[in-house]
């Protein structure tokens, strides 16, 4: 089914046998000739990281400010970050951490002793948790004569599959856009296969380079191209945050710690 404009409601049998959900897919289009425009993605709970990357983007001249999924899990302070988006404003994407609180995707329990998320839902009110699982897995946008597509995973695979900087993608040449904008790894990065701009926007939440640096990216219509940005947070006021709210787990205390990427694998991963 071609990926047309669609009202927001609008459900489409998704072709991947990789995950069980129906997919929301969404145009947006933007009659101007240039703009900067913002992209966070992989909050997980963690209010301070991602008010500083919308504060930092506004004040570089965004006019406008996409979120690529995973608001919720690793820190148990999901209701702020969602809170947050709502004030901004901001336009959400599903995330496969998003997808297990909603039922949307299986949730393993022994990965659950590190996501929180069952313990989330019983916090979370069924409202805020119902609009959760409606918000689409992958979103066209149309600015400035660019045509973006915005996904959590990767444009074959939105909820699953992960892109790091050294994964063999040179497919991404054929999708039809003008770049392509992601998260899912933590890990942020951007380059070129042919025409089509790739960009992993990495994690405001959840670092698994540089723990204490949260990350998004900002990008120029006017030339197509995009600057990763790192704005530090207090981890020590965050997991006080965190920890008078319930648990925080040695995995994600540990990638918090980290000042230089250890490896692609990073941990806790999923």
Known sequence: MPEGRRPLGYFCRRASASSIIDRLIQTDTHACKQLKVGFVSDAHGNPLGLQGCISELHTRGAELIYFLGDAVGYFPLAIEVIEILRRHDIPCLLGNHDAML?????????????????????????????????????????IGGRRLLLVHGSPRD????????????????????????MGHTH????????????????SCGLPRDIGNQAACALFDTHGNSVEIIRIPFDTVQLLAMARARGKVADQVVRCLERRRLQSYAGEPHE
């Open 102 to 142: 909603c039922g949307l995707l299986p949730l393993d329990a022994g990965k659950d002793r590190v996501y929180g998320l069952s313990e989330l839902a019983q916090r979370m009110d069924p409202v805020t948790r119902e609009q959760v699982s409606k918000w689409p897995t992958r979103r066209r946008l149309e």
């Open 158 to 181: 939105e909820l699953s599959e992960y892109i790091y900087p050294d994964t063999e993608a040179s497919w991404f040449g054929s999708i039809d856009a003008d770049a392509v904008f």
């Open 187 to 202: 890990i942020p990065f951007a380059k070129k296969f042919g025409h089509v701009l790739a960009v992993n926007v990495g």
